[in-house]
């Protein structure tokens, strides 16, 4: 099968029992519709075992990082198991140790510390991504 | 504190779509507002690769299903992992009985896409209430 090389995979965890879930559920909705939208596509994770061989073979397509709330990185083991190995993982509770004024707390409605902890996310998955694309040099990461 | 004992509620969340949004609001709702001592939730990919712990809490709690769109990822998740399966609701069920809220929006739903989530919120409190009630 062949891998499709203008375009990455992203394959988000959106875990629903912690807030770093949450976050990496909007990071990646924000790379997805604002900062990469020609660059990258996504497929919903319990699709992989609820799915068809089609969506099995989302990570045979694209090259695929994972984005994980916590360090059960369920993105990145699910993919591998049922898809094919990501090329990267990026894991929310890991980049928020870098903020730590910054706290992720609901699991709902993000606060304004919330999203701006979401946006510093989704430019580090921006930034996975201009990498994978070996666009590294040629664009920033601010959108 | 201790989930055992509580029904489980688990969503979708489906990413690609407002349908799947719309699913983890109302579950949120469930959990955290209408019924926080009956109802929990769960990371539903820990059920996706089979993480034993959960695996463990959704075979003995009975499981609600809650999900974005046709696919029913949720319910079948549950389903394949043997989980005890009480109720499967589908966002796309809720939408046909109200036409007129329609949802918009993944980051954020749109007021339409929230009435709707609240909506499928009560069915769900209803449906727990009465597996309660029949325990
Ligand atoms: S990686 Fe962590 S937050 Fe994400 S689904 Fe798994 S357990 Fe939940
Ligand atoms: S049921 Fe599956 S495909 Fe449909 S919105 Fe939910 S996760 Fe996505």
């Known amino acids: ?143 | 504190m201790s989930k055992s004992g509580k029904i489980f509620v688990i969503s979708c969340s489906g990413i690609g779509k407002a349908l799947g949004t719309v699913g983890r609001t109302a579950m949120y709702e469930v959990v955290e507002k209408l019924r926080p001592n009956e109802a929990t939730t769960v990371c539903l990919p820990l059920i996706t690769i089979g993480d034993e712990t959960v695996l463990k809490l959704v075979r003995t709690n009975s499981c609600i299903s809650v999900d974005g769109c046709p696919f029913q990822c949720a319910r079948k998740n549950i389903e394949a992992s043997k989980g005890k399966l009480v109720a499967s609701f589908m966002v796309t069920d809720v939408l046909r009985e109200n036409r007129g809220l329609k949802p918009e929006g993944v980051i954020e739903l749109n007021p339409k896409g929230l009435k709707l989530a609240s909506r499928l919120a009560e069915k769900i409190v209803r449906q727990i209430d009465e597996t309660n009630k029949n325990r």
């Open chain 1, 1 to 143: 099968m062949a891998i499709a090389k203008d375009k990455v995979g992203i394959v988000s965890c959106s875990g629903e029992d912690l807030p770093e879930g949450t976050i990496s559920r909007i990071a990646t909705r924000m790379v997805l519709e604002k900062l990469r939208p020609d660059d990258t596509v996504t497929i919903c994770l319990p699709l992989f075992l609820a799915g068809s061989e089609d969506e099995r073979a989302f990570a045979k397509v694209f090259p695929t990082i994972a984005v994980d709330g916590c360090d059960k990185r369920c993105a990145e083991v699910g993919t591998k198991k049922y898809s094919g190995k990501p090329v990267a993982t990026i894991v929310v509770s890991e980049i928020i140790k870098k903020y730590p004024r910054l706290k992720a707390k609901s699991r709902d409605k993000l606060s304004a510390e919330e999203k701006e902890l979401a946006l510093k996310v989704a430019k580090e998955i921006a930034a996975k991504v201009d990498e994978v694309l070996g666009r590294k040099k040629l664009r920033g990461v601010t959108g």
